[in-house]
Each structure stands twice: as structure tokens, then as C-alpha cells.
């Protein structure tokens, strides 16, 4: 299995740290004493000389292996002599070729320690382990403890490391549509434990993250020990959004990257999907009338839906081996995964109020849709109706992209009616940040999917094949829209306001 909760072993959360002034490959030695760390129970760091650029490198059976950059004095030699010095650095030989008795004289104390800092500084580990005498001496100036490699090995198995047991999540790295920081405030504020999110990529939108990873931190090491150190010292749980790590590319990027750190941590760990990350395209086909998979309208369409067939397969037997809560944020994705708990987006009240009028005063009225993704909103379906009805004089139709979400809710809460999915079957962020609004909400949301929810959706149904026709009734029955309207922000108070989403993650987080 993938993760299995054993909250009754001991967690491994010490770290180590393995230092040596010998270049990777050349001190086996080195390698031997990080395993024998590792065996003992620390997540460990081992890090190594490079001549070229600080590059991680893939995780060595669970230890974390640094090539650090180091100066040599051939740096600043010009020419052949320059080019030539370097490259006997890096290969551990003199520069008339004969191989150095000592990899490790290679470089001196000071040139491994002023490279050496930052890297202890971000991992903070528990104990420092030398393997040559040029790395004691580094270690040793910058003012640590250290211990050479054979006293550690006669060193005991490290004691239980204290941590607050009171529970403590993670969640990331994803962020999408500010949803991993919504969740976290959710936990925090409705379930008193506390919760914070990673976001490991830029959005047009400024959402709201605890903590933001641009994509030069999501590949540096620095930042991958650093959220290495912070977890093992302050993470109880782990809810990895869409299947991502939550060490940046430390261990390579991916959570079953991270698990087994996580695992020996004594961390429990969950999956959370979104939508397009574990939905089936072929099972969608099979279930839903308008699936925007059966006949992509473009190329890129069509080469998006293959690869999120080939991708979500493989995902979904990933998931199939896993052996921990996994939650979707939808409750159309229970079609995917079957045992799946639905973890309510989260809307924020006090920033999506009531518009100023109510909707449906204007003689036009405004008819508003915000495609995140058009392929996936059915806009090509939905438009030529919107723009025949606009013909006709009957609605005025406004298309949103790329807005700022300040000013996003201002162009809702000034809407009279908003249009969200359409092929997808669902309902999401827009539908409840209409409904909040108190806006007319329309939008294709599958009986599958209504059913599955315990109240009704005061959504107005309509397909791409029906919404004139809805829009129509709207229009001839304005107080009825209205009154469906009225009630939206109820509905969204008692699903969306975080109470939910929280009572969701509870029993997990406490059990």
C-alpha cells in the first residue's frame, strides 16, 4: 500500500545531517553512514562538493543527497589553465591528471563551510556527522556540534523527538482557485486546529497562501529542506492536493515521493482531488449527455482530453493502492472515486455579499459568465444562444476573463444572472459565489450530482440544448427567479462557509 496510518509506532522525526568534502561518488564511506542514519530512525541530509551548479539529487533510499557548489582557487583562472583546473576539481584529480590520494583535500575548511551554512541553517538538524577531517573542520566553524562518522556510529537509537500532539495540517501544494488556503482557514477557525497551505505556483489571481513557492523555490533545495524541517517539527497530517509533494522537488515533486519521509514521521497523509486531476474523460462520456470529452471541438481540446485520459488512468490506480482518506472538492468527481468524502469549497461571506439590487430590476438584464477554462464550461455550447438572445434584445451578455477577484465580485454582485458549467455536470466556485451574491444562478448541474447533495441547489437547470428556453422563463416569471435567488445565499452559508468543509476533515484530524 501506499500510506497506512501506524500511529503507534514511534515517529522518526530527528534529522541528521552527513557532511563531506569529497565529491559525490567518492566517498562511499559517507553513503554508508546516511544509511545507517537512516536505518536508525533520522531523515537524514547528505551533502557533497560540487564543481558545477548546487543541484539536488534524486533521493538516495530516502536520504536527502545535496551536490553543494564549492569555490576552488581555479575559479578565477583564465583560459585553458582556468578550464583545465576545473575540470580536475571536479573529477577529483590534480591538474597533471594523477587522482588525488584525498578527494577530500580537494577544498578547504573555510570553502566547504561558507557553502555548508545555508544548508544546515534550512535543514536544522539534530545532529551533524563529519566524514573526513576537511568537513569536521567546516562544521566546526560555523559554530555547530559535530561528531565524527565513526563516534556516531557507536551512538544510540535517537529517543521519541517531542512534538505538540495536538493535531497540526498541511495542505498542498496546489491552491487551486484559493481553495487549499480557504480549507486551511475552514480547519482553523471551525475545528480549532491549526492549518496552513502551500501554493507551488503562480496564479493571475492574488489568492491567499500561507505559504507560496515560486517556481525557482518548487526546484531549490534550500526551500525543500526548509519545508522538510518545518513538518517534521510541526505536522500531525498531510492532505496533498492533486497528488503533489509537499517537499518541492526534494524527493522528485510528486507526494508518493514524499510518503516515505512522511510515513516514518508517523504523519498521516490524504488525497484530495479538484476535478480534471482524477476525472475520467471515458467514464464521463459514459455518464454525463454534454461531456466535453466526447467530441472536442479543437485541437488543443482534443490533446488536452487525451492527455488527461492517460493521465487520470494512471492516477486512478495510484489511488486504488492507497490506503488513507481521500476527499474531492465535488461531488461529481464520487463518480471517480467511489469512496471519496466531498469536501465543500469554501466561499467567503463577508466578501461575496448581496448585491445592492436585486436582480431582475433592469428591463435587459445583465447576464454574466466567467469561463476559467471554456472547454470545460461548455462556453462554445452555450454562446450562440447568449448572443441570439442578445440579438433579440432580450439580455445583455457579458463574458469574463482574466479579472482580478476584487473586482470579480463586483461584477457578479452587479449581475442579475450567472452561468457556470455547463458540459462538466457539477456545480463549483462560481455557482456558490452567485448564489452568495444572491444572484439568478443557471448552470447544467446533473440529477447524479444534485441527489448526492442534502438540500436543494437553488440553481436553475438548463443545458446548452434548453437555456433559452430558461432564460426565457426567467424572463416571463421574474418573481419566481427571484424568489429561487432569495434563498442562495442560505444554501451557501449552510454547505460553503467553511463549517462544512471543516466537519469533513475533523473525525481525521482527531482520530
Same mark, same amino acid.
Given at each position: 500500500?501506499?500510506? #497506512?496510518?501506524q500511529?503507534? #509506532?514511534?515517529?522518526?522525526?530527528?534529522?541528521?545531517?552527513?557532511?563531506?568534502?569529497?565529491?559525490a561518488?567518492?566517498d562511499?564511506?559517507?553513503?554508508?553512514?546516511?544509511?545507517?542514519?537512516? +536505518?536508525?530512525?533520522?531523515?537524514?541530509?547528505?551533502?557533497?562538493?560540487?564543481?558545477?551548479?548546487?543541484?539536488?539529487?534524486?533521493?538516495?533510499?530516502?536520504?536527502?543527497?545535496?551536490?553543494?557548489?564549492?569555490?576552488?582557487?581555479?575559479?578565477a583562472?583564465?583560459?585553458?589553465?582556468g578550464?583545465l583546473?576545473?575540470?580536475?576539481?571536479?573529477?577529483?584529480? +590534480?591538474?597533471?591528471?594523477?587522482?588525488?590520494?584525498?578527494?577530500?583535500?580537494?577544498?578547504?575548511?573555510?570553502?566547504?563551510?561558507?557553502?555548508?551554512?545555508?544548508?544546515?541553517?534550512?535543514?536544522?538538524?539534530?545532529?551533524?556527522?563529519?566524514?573526513?577531517?576537511?568537513?569536521?573542520?567546516?562544521?566546526a566553524?560555523?559554530?555547530?556540534?559535530?561528531?565524527?562518522?565513526?563516534?556516531?556510529?557507536?551512538?544510540?537509537?535517537?529517543?521519541?523527538?517531542?512534538?505538540?500532539?495536538a493535531?497540526?495540517?498541511?495542505?498542498?501544494? +496546489?491552491?487551486n482557485?484559493?481553495?487549499?488556503?480557504?480549507?486551511?482557514?475552514?480547519?482553523?477557525?471551525?475545528?480549532?486546529?491549526?492549518?496552513? +497551505?502551500?501554493?507551488?505556483?503562480?496564479?493571475?489571481?492574488?489568492?491567499?497562501?500561507?505559504?507560496?513557492?515560486?517556481?525557482?523555490?518548487?526546484?531549490?533545495?534550500?526551500?525543500?529542506?526548509?519545508?522538510?524541517?518545518?513538518?517534521?517539527?510541526?505536522?500531525?497530517?498531510?492532505?496533498?492536493e492533486?497528488?503533489?509533494?509537499?517537499?518541492?522537488?526534494?524527493?522528485?515533486?510528486q507526494?508518493?515521493?514524499?510518503?516515505?519521509?512522511?510515513?516514518?514521521?508517523?504523519?498521516?497523509?490524504?488525497?484530495?482531488?479538484?476535478?480534471?486531476?482524477?476525472?475520467?474523460?471515458?467514464?464521463?462520456?459514459?455518464l454525463?449527455?454534454?461531456?466535453?470529452?466526447?467530441?472536442?471541438?479543437?485541437?488543443?481540446?482534443?490533446?488536452?482530453?487525451?492527455?488527461?485520459?492517460?493521465?487520470?488512468?494512471?492516477?486512478?490506480?495510484?489511488?486504488?493502492?492507497?490506503?488513507?482518506?481521500?476527499f474531492?472538492?465535488?461531488?461529481?468527481?464520487?463518480?471517480?472515486?467511489? #469512496?471519496?468524502?466531498w469536501?465543500?469549497?469554501?466561499?467567503?461571506?463577508?466578501?461575496?455579499?448581496?448585491?445592492?439590487?436585486?436582480?431582475?430590476e433592469?428591463e435587459?438584464?445583465?447576464?454574466?459568465?466567467?469561463?476559467?477554462?471554456?472547454?470545460?464550461?461548455?462556453?462554445?455550447?452555450?454562446?450562440?444562444?447568449?448572443?441570439?438572445?442578445?440579438?433579440?434584445?432580450?439580455i445583455?451578455?457579458?463574458r469574463?476573463?482574466?479579472?482580478? #477577484?476584487?473586482?470579480?465580485?463586483?461584477?457578479?454582485?452587479?449581475?442579475?444572472i450567472?452561468?457556470d458549467?455547463?458540459?462538466?455536470?457539477?456545480?463549483?466556485?462560481?455557482?456558490?459565489?452567485?448564489?452568495?451574491?444572491?444572484?439568478?444562478?443557471?448552470?447544467?448541474?446533473?440529477r447524479?450530482?444534485?441527489?448526492?447533495?442534502?438540500?436543494?441547489?437553488?440553481?436553475?437547470?438548463?443545458?446548452?440544448?434548453?437555456?433559452?428556453?430558461?432564460?426565457?422563463?426567467?424572463?416571463?416569471?421574474?418573481?419566481?427567479?427571484?424568489?429561487?435567488a432569495?434563498?442562495?445565499?442560505?444554501?451557501?452559508r449552510?454547505?460553503h462557509?467553511?463549517?462544512?468543509?471543516?466537519?469533513?476533515?475533523?473525525?481525521?484530524?482527531?482520530g
Amino acid at each position: 500500500m501506499l500510506e #497506512q496510518d501506524q500511529p503507534d #509506532q514511534p515517529a522518526a522525526r530527528h534529522r541528521a545531517a552527513v557532511v563531506s568534502a569529497a565529491p559525490a561518488g567518492a566517498d562511499p564511506a559517507a553513503r554508508a553512514e546516511a544509511d545507517r542514519l537512516l +536505518n536508525q530512525g533520522y531523515s537524514v541530509l547528505l551533502i557533497t562538493p560540487a564543481f558545477g551548479k548546487r543541484r539536488p539529487e534524486p533521493s538516495h533510499g530516502g536520504v536527502h543527497v545535496v551536490e553543494a557548489r564549492v569555490g576552488t582557487a581555479f575559479d578565477a583562472a583564465p583560459g585553458a589553465l582556468g578550464k583545465l583546473g576545473r575540470k580536475a576539481v571536479l573529477t577529483t584529480r +590534480n591538474a597533471r591528471g594523477k587522482a588525488l590520494r584525498d578527494p577530500a583535500a580537494t577544498w578547504s575548511a573555510t570553502d566547504v563551510a561558507a557553502e555548508l551554512r545555508p544548508y544546515l541553517n534550512a535543514f536544522a538538524p539534530d545532529i551533524v556527522v563529519a566524514a573526513d577531517k576537511t568537513a569536521e573542520k567546516a562544521v566546526a566553524k560555523l559554530g555547530r556540534s559535530v561528531v565524527a562518522a565513526g563516534a556516531a556510529q557507536a551512538a544510540p537509537k535517537p529517543a521519541a523527538k517531542t512534538v505538540d500532539p495536538a493535531p497540526s495540517l498541511l495542505i498542498g501544494s +496546489n491552491n487551486n482557485a484559493g481553495m487549499g488556503y480557504a480549507w486551511a482557514r475552514a480547519v482553523d477557525t471551525h475545528a480549532g486546529i491549526r492549518a496552513r +497551505n502551500i501554493q507551488k505556483k503562480s496564479y493571475p489571481f492574488a489568492y491567499g497562501s500561507d505559504i507560496k513557492a515560486e517556481d525557482k523555490d518548487w526546484v531549490d533545495p534550500l526551500w525543500g529542506l526548509g519545508r522538510v524541517a518545518d513538518t517534521l517539527d510541526t505536522v500531525t497530517h498531510v492532505l496533498s492536493e492533486s497528488g503533489l509533494a509537499v517537499f518541492g522537488r526534494l524527493n522528485g515533486g510528486q507526494l508518493a515521493d514524499d510518503l516515505p519521509e512522511l510515513r516514518r514521521a508517523g504523519i498521516r497523509v490524504g488525497l484530495l482531488f479538484h476535478g480534471s486531476d482524477i476525472r475520467s474523460p471515458d467514464r464521463h462520456i459514459e455518464l454525463y449527455k454534454f461531456s466535453p470529452f466526447r467530441v472536442p471541438g479543437s485541437e488543443e481540446d482534443r490533446q488536452l482530453t487525451e492527455t488527461l485520459r492517460a493521465k487520470t488512468a494512471e492516477t486512478a490506480k495510484w489511488v486504488a493502492d492507497f490506503d488513507g482518506p481521500v476527499f474531492v472538492s465535488t461531488p461529481d468527481l464520487i463518480d471517480d472515486v467511489p #469512496q471519496a468524502t466531498w469536501l465543500p469549497v469554501v466561499v467567503d461571506l463577508e466578501q461575496w455579499t448581496e448585491g445592492v439590487k436585486p436582480p431582475l430590476e433592469r428591463e435587459v438584464p445583465v447576464v454574466v459568465h466567467a469561463p476559467s477554462r471554456p472547454f470545460m464550461k461548455g462556453s462554445d455550447l452555450i454562446e450562440p444562444t447568449l448572443r441570439g438572445l442578445e440579438a433579440r434584445g432580450l439580455i445583455e451578455y457579458r463574458r469574463l476573463e482574466h479579472i482580478p #477577484q476584487a473586482e470579480l465580485v463586483g461584477v457578479v454582485q452587479d449581475a442579475d444572472i450567472v452561468l457556470d458549467h455547463f458540459v462538466i455536470g457539477n456545480y463549483g466556485v462560481m455557482t456558490c459565489q452567485a448564489m452568495a451574491a444572491g444572484r439568478v444562478s443557471i448552470a447544467n448541474i446533473d440529477r447524479r450530482v444534485r441527489d448526492r447533495v442534502p438540500a436543494e441547489i437553488p440553481t436553475l437547470q438548463a443545458d446548452p440544448d434548453t437555456l433559452a428556453e430558461v432564460i426565457e422563463g426567467v424572463l416571463a416569471d421574474r418573481d419566481a427567479a427571484r424568489a429561487v435567488a432569495a434563498t442562495g445565499r442560505a444554501f451557501v452559508r449552510e454547505f460553503h462557509d467553511g463549517r462544512k468543509s471543516a466537519a469533513a476533515l475533523e473525525p481525521w484530524l482527531r482520530g
